[in-house]
């Protein structure tokens, strides 16, 4: 190779490099963190430790004072951390979780709190009423055919907040209880909207936090 292609060759590959930088722009202090090593890398698993699938999830993180978005994450529910992947490298890098303000990931909107248990917690309704989920998972070994395998169960507590207090809902009777100002109208909008509790306690507990808030309001 001549000496002129390589000096092209040479400024090319910059040219490169600098539009990548540019591209990238500021996600660079994103990929600041730990390096994310599997401790399940070498078990025989039965299902996985991450929110809905086993797989990156494009996303947003609001990341030590800055909104990231469009970045494809791993959200490890089982020991509660967020794995972004090196653009560059391709190493996992795993978040430093005090960083981490709030993140959205399949729709689903999560946000850091202290209490009742440090950890993030996906965000369902907030307003005068606020009412959080909280996802995770637990895992039992039990003996397969040739090994042991890692099974993971995936866990979930939901809570109303009032006036500060987290109230731990395992049922409808539980919500209404805490939420008894409004108990025969919330009973009614679940019936004439045909909300099941049993089956979508999320959304049900959703749409009670909003009815409740919005009939407070017209007293």
């Given at each position: 190779?001549?000496?002129?292609?390589?000096?092209?060759?040479?400024?090319s590959r910059?040219?490169?490099?600098?539009?990548?930088?540019?591209?990238?722009?500021?996600?660079?202090?994103?990929?600041?963190?730990?390096?994310?090593?599997?401790p399940f890398?070498?078990?025989?698993?039965?299902?996985?430790?991450?929110?809905?699938?086993?797989?990156?999830?494009?996303?947003?993180?609001?990341?030590?004072?800055?909104?990231?978005?469009?970045?494809?994450?791993?959200?490890?529910?089982?020991?509660?951390?967020?794995?972004?992947?090196?653009?560059?490298?391709?190493a996992?890098?795993?978040?430093?979780?005090q960083?981490?303000?709030?993140?959205?990931?399949?729709?689903?909107?999560?946000?850091?709190?202290?209490?009742?248990?440090?950890?993030?917690?996906?965000?369902?309704?907030?307003?005068?009423?606020?009412?959080?989920?909280?996802?995770?998972?637990?895992?039992?070994?039990?003996?397969?055919?040739?090994?042991?395998?890692?099974?993971?169960?995936?866990?979930?507590?939901l809570?109303?907040v009032?006036?500060?207090?987290?109230?731990?809902?395992?049922?409808?009777?539980?919500?209404?209880?805490?939420?008894?100002?409004?108990k025969?109208?919330?009973?009614?909008?679940?019936?004439?909207?045909?909300?099941?509790?049993?089956?979508?306690?999320?959304?049900?507990?959703?749409?009670?936090?909003?009815?409740?808030?919005?009939?407070?309001?017209?007293?």
């Amino acid at each position: 190779m001549m000496k002129s292609d390589s000096l092209v060759l040479s400024s090319s590959r910059q040219s490169l490099t600098n539009l990548y930088d540019q591209n990238l722009g500021g996600n660079t202090h994103l990929y600041n963190g730990i390096e994310f090593i599997d401790p399940f890398q070498k078990k025989v698993l039965e299902g996985f430790p991450y929110f809905l699938m086993d797989d990156w999830q494009d996303g947003s993180i609001f990341y030590d004072g800055q909104l990231y978005e469009n970045i494809p994450f791993l959200f490890d529910i089982f020991k509660d951390r967020i794995i972004v992947d090196h653009p560059r490298s391709h190493a996992r890098i795993e978040l430093i979780p005090q960083k981490i303000k709030y993140f959205t990931i399949a729709d689903k909107h999560f946000v850091q709190l202290k209490s009742p248990t440090a950890g993030f917690y996906q965000e369902l309704y907030r307003g005068e009423t606020i009412i959080y989920a909280r996802h995770y998972k637990t895992i039992q070994e039990k003996i397969g055919s040739k090994s042991m395998i890692t099974e993971f169960l995936t866990r979930r507590k939901l809570y109303i907040v009032r006036e500060g207090t987290y109230h731990v809902i395992t049922s409808k009777k539980s919500a209404l209880k805490v939420l008894k100002e409004h108990k025969s109208e919330l009973n009614k909008l679940l019936g004439q909207e045909k909300i099941s509790f049993k089956n979508n306690k999320e959304y049900a507990l959703a749409r009670m936090g909003q009815y409740f808030d919005q009939l407070n309001t017209k007293r």
